[in-house]
């Protein structure tokens, strides 16, 4: 009888599992990353970030108007806090090294394996997408070839799709098979002409 009761638990367990991969397979999610020119820029100030870890105020931190800083902000439904979420960096000499030349509006850059029925599906999309969109280049790299840039850009599985957005940042990412109309979707936003 317990025999039992644990093969349903490692069932049910195994069946939450997988409908919640499937959920997240190939949906495009907004990333926070900048380029290390733009890095200073994100970064909060050591001085008007607040120690959490401090019980009391820190005087060398107050503004100039004798007030403190306030306290850490609150993190989103992701567990980011504004300020904080564009840590990692994405050196340029990384993604040119990968195929990706600055100036494109937008890149589509897919990290495939040699045998994987997925990448071929992703390379089909994303093929039809650029044909589809102009300003928009598609660039497969071998993730076996490239494991440095696997490991520095955190692709976990293939296919990983990255969208490198005019000045090199990577703005959305997608793992599995995204759908033809969620990336036009997702790249409209990059491809508007700048409003005055």
């Known amino acids: 009888m317990t025999g039992l009761l644990v093969a349903a638990l490692v069932l049910a367990g195994a069946t939450a599992f997988g409908l ?86 937008v890149t589509l850059l897919q990290f495939s394996s040699a045998f994987c029925a997925p990448c071929r599906a992703t390379r089909r999309v994303l093929t039809e997408v650029t044909g589809v969109l102009d300003g928009v280049r598609h660039v497969e790299v071998d993730a076996e070839s490239h494991l440095d840039a696997v490991r520095a850009l955190k692709v976990w599985r293939t296919p990983t799709v990255l969208v490198v957005d005019g000045e090199g940042r990577i703005v959305q990412r997608a793992s599995g098979v995204p759908a033809k109309a969620q990336v036009i979707a997702a790249l409209a936003p990059l491809l508007a002409p700048a409003r005055p």
């Open 20 to 105: 919640w991969r499937r959920s997240r397979a190939g949906r495009l999610r907004a990333v926070a990353t900048v380029t290390p020119h733009r890095r200073a820029a994100t970064m909060p100030d050591a001085a008007t970030t607040p120690d959490v870890h401090r019980a009391t105020p820190d005087p060398a931190a107050a503004a100039p108007d004798g007030t403190t800083a306030d306290p850490a902000p609150a993190a989103d439904a992701h567990g980011r806090t504004p300020g904080r979420a564009a840590t990692d960096t994405v050196p340029p000499e990384l993604l040119a090294g990968l195929g990706v030349e600055a100036g494109v509006p």
